[in-house]
């Protein structure tokens, strides 16, 4: 009966160590695991700077896209005005309207000399 209980101490002490040396190598793995971890959320993090910083750049084109655009509208819109005058000049000088095709001329070269003053603005 010696030898039984004997065995047992023996056997519940292995057992302690088999534990113990279980728990260290799982503590090291779980510490390897957190460090991989740790990296990946960093890079992670890089990866969302990056995409932060090229968000502002798509930004700031697009700012620079819109005001381009509305220039170009205010050109056409500009360009269209002139060729109506245009048209209508030449539609009073086809009437024989001298007078008017005067006006509409003048007209015409008002909107050509404000506008050179907006484009030395520009």
């Known amino acids: 009966m010696a030898q039984t209980s004997r065995s047992f101490v023996v056997c519940k002490w292995r057992k302690r160590k088999n534990s113990a040396r279980y728990l260290r190598k799982r ?15 960093e890079s992670v993090k890089e990866v969302q700077r990056q995409v932060e910083a090229n968000l502002g ?3 700031e084109e697009c700012d620079k896209l819109r005001d381009e655009t509305a220039q170009i509208i205010r050109q056409s ?11 209508n000049i030449l539609k009073a000088r086809e009437q024989g309207d001298l007078a008017q095709a005067a006006q509409l001329t003048r007209s015409l070269r008002e909107t050509f000399g404000g506008d050179e003053a907006t484009m030395k603005q520009l």
């Open 27 to 41: 503590f090291k793995r779980l510490k390897v695991d957190m460090k991989e971890m740790s990296k990946e959320q």
């Open 57 to 59: 750049a798509i930004q």
């Open 77 to 87: 819109a500009h360009t269209q005005t002139r060729l109506a005058l245009v048209f």
